[in-house]
């Protein structure tokens, strides 16, 4: 079993910064791809972005590119979304997410270990 515990949302007014954690503890990550989706009020879960377990590769959804950075530190177990130009869009439920296969996917029913969840506020 993993699990996963993000932290870091809050409010932001739009065009500042945050940058997400997710925490693992339970197995090592080093073999898993991670994931981050969002959910916003009145819509459905949506990827953001995902990392490879090597960190290699990586894939963001049109909408985040160029202003969201996913990365890792396997030794530390964490998973991180830097987040900048935050838009009042962007305001969601943020989630991270473990897939035992190491290679990336957009799919969230490709991932196996999901957080709680972290909000994350943009004002306009």
Known sequence: QVQLVESGGGLVQAGGSLRLSC???????????????????GKEREFVSTISWSGRSTYYVDSVKGRFTISRDNAKN??????????PEDTAVYYCAARGRGTIST??????????????????
């Open 78 to 87: 964490m998973v991180y979304l830097r987040m900048n130009s935050l838009k």
């Open 107 to 124: 799919t969230d029913r490709s991932y196996d270990y999901w957080g709680q969840g972290t909000q994350v506020t943009v004002s306009s």
């Open 23 to 41: 925490a693992a503890s339970g197995r090592t990550l080093s073999s898993y791809a991670m994931g981050w989706f969002r959910q916003a009020p």
